[in-house]
T-cell receptor
Framework: KNEVEQSPQNLTAQEGEFITINCSYS?????LHWLQQHPGGGIVSLFM???GKKKHGRLIATINIQEKHSSLHITASHPRDSAVYIC?????????????FGKGTHLIIQP | NAGVTQTPKFQVLKTGQSMTLQCAQD?????MSWYRQDPGMGLRLIHY???????DQGEVPNGYNVSRSTTEDFPLRLLSAAPSQTSVYFC???????????FGSGTRLTVV
């Protein structure tokens, strides 16, 4: 079974700290997604990556295709960044279409 | 507002009852999918559709039916609800698989 592993599962940090969340996957992918889920439950797509690096405001996402690894970074973290961050991939090469998800990283930013 | 609309937001069913979770999008997305989210399990794919008239099973399809008669709508049917189907259900759409996804706000279903 193709899996997506995230680390850490839980992360508590102080406001202003630099945050890194990691994601690794097992086989070739066509795309990797970073999603954000707030306590209210809604899921928002942050990034879609197939190579390289993307930046949006204080969020940066990188992917290393050879190492099958992606990172999500948050600079100058703020309490409003507290949420569950979910990594998901589209595996290439057949099988069930759609996303395969990691279990998420629960991030708490304390003021 | 353009997006994915899911109804209802909350539902309580008795074991054995049937119901339909509605999902509609107005972005002319070809790809639509249903996921369930359970504590400690992450989200899992139930069924998906790559266009009107085309559906296929995902990772956990048992107990669920889908149809896609129009591009806009992708309802999920529970034929005979079981307590194991207690979960939060999300519908998502995309212009094409592998592109960015838009998620609905979710349906919290409890089967007693």
């Amino acid at each position: 079974k193709n899996e997506v592993e995230q680390s850490p599962q839980n992360l508590t940090a102080q406001e202003g700290e630099f945050i890194t969340i990691n994601c690794s996957y097992s086989v070739g992918i066509s795309a990797l997604h970073w999603l954000q889920q707030h306590p209210g439950g809604g899921i928002v797509s942050l990034f879609m990556l197939s190579s390289g690096k993307k930046k949006h405001g204080r969020l940066i996402a990188t992917i290393n295709i050879q190492e099958k690894h992606s990172s999500l970074h948050i600079t100058a973290s703020h309490p409003r960044d507290s949420a569950v961050y979910i990594c998901a991939v589209n595996y290439s090469g057949g099988g069930a279409d759609g996303l395969t998800f990691g279990k998420g990283t629960h991030l708490i930013i304390q003021p | 507002n353009a997006g994915v609309t899911q109804t209802p937001k909350f539902q309580v069913l008795k074991t054995g009852q049937s119901m339909t979770l509605q999902c509609a999008q107005d972005m002319n997305h070809e790809y639509m999918s249903w996921y369930r989210q359970d504590p400690g399990m992450g989200l899992r794919l139930i069924h998906y559709s790559v266009g009107a008239g085309i559906t296929d099973q995902g990772e956990v399809p048992n107990g669920y039916n889908v149809s896609r008669s129009t591009t806009e709508d992708f309802p999920l049917r529970l034929l005979s609800a079981a307590p194991s189907q207690t979960s939060v259900y999300f519908c998502a759409s995309s212009l094409n698989t592998g592109l960015g996804y838009t998620f609905g706000s979710g349906t919290r279903l409890t089967v007693v």
